[in-house]
């Protein structure tokens, strides 16, 4: 069973920089695809990155590119957020997900990581 663990958020500033970790495991991730989403208050989870873990291929919001980047140690099975210039509207839960590249839906979850930005 796939296992997926966030961790690294936290309260920083406008501006400020912060690396979001998810630890996989239980599964082959040379043939899923991981993202990156987020869920502000009162707001729908919304998209943020994803990767193909074999190759590397990279999607993002319009909203994070340039200023977010997704990554993977493959030693370690785990794949980053980097988030650089950060603003209070980033404000969110960010969630790790995973899906099967032919897979339509992301089909596994962590539990979350809070971020919050102040102005």
């Known amino acids: 069973q796939v296992q997926l663990v966030e961790s690294g958020g936290g309260l920083v500033q406008a501006g400020d920089s912060l690396r979001l970790s998810c630890a996989a495991s239980?599964?082959?991730?040379?043939?899923?695809?991981m993202g990156w989403f987020r869920q502000a208050p009162g707001k729908e989870r919304e998209f943020v990155a994803q990767m193909f873990w074999s190759g590397g291929s990279t999607n993002y919001a319009d909203s994070v590119k340039g200023r977010f980047t997704i990554s993977r140690d493959n030693a370690k099975n785990t794949v980053y957020l980097q988030m650089n210039s950060l603003k209070p509207e980033d404000t969110a839960v960010y969630y790790c997900?995973?899906?099967?590249?032919?897979?339509?839906?992301?089909?596994?979850w962590g539990q979350g990581t809070q971020v919050t930005v102040s102005s």
């Open positions: 239980g599964g082959t991730f040379s043939s899923y695809v």
């Open positions: 997900a995973a899906r099967r590249v032919f897979g339509v839906e992301f089909d596994y």
